[in-house]
């Protein structure tokens, strides 16, 4: 028995040592980019992605030449400034497949006046930069 609660402890403490620190995964980030729990799942290329805004229905997207790698943000209303709290579906695609997440709610946690915005999503630790053209 006691074995059991050691094992159930070591399982819980794996669990929650897997945090992701909005520092380390998107604030330090200067590029337009999606990280999903830690991991890159993007990063612009100027040369090799484009871009897209459609100010009118808040969306924002990125993708590669050979529409391979990219995600679309579709948010309810446009982010503007540090602070704001919007509501947002994301779709992407990672090495394996294409994942769509419905009804996040993201915080602005930066932008500047190259149009860059900071978005988290602190329940599924999505952290995305992307740029209002």
């Known amino acids: 028995m006691k074995r059991r609660y050691i094992s159930i402890a070591a399982a819980l403490m794996a669990l929650t040592s897997c945090t992701y620190d909005i520092d380390e995964v998107l604030l ?14 993007m990063s612009y290329d100027e040369n090799t992605y484009q871009l897209g805004h ?26 503007t400034s540090a602070g704001q709290k919007i509501k ?11 994942k769509t997440v419905r009804d996040l709610t993201f915080k602005v946690e930066n932008t500047n006046s190259e149009g ?3 978005l988290w999503n602190q329940q599924q630790k999505i952290g995305i930069v992307v740029k209002a053209l």
Do not use: H
């Open 88 to 98: 947002a579906d994301l779709e992407y695609t990672t090495t394996k497949d294409t």
């Open 54 to 79: 459609n100010e009118t229905r808040n969306e924002f997207r990125v993708y590669d030449d050979k529409l391979t790698n990219w995600f679309i943000l579709k948010c309810d209303t446009r982010p």
């Open 28 to 41: 330090q980030r200067s590029d337009i980019s999606l990280t999903v729990r830690g991991e890159l799942q």
């Open 116 to 118: 860059m915005i900071w």
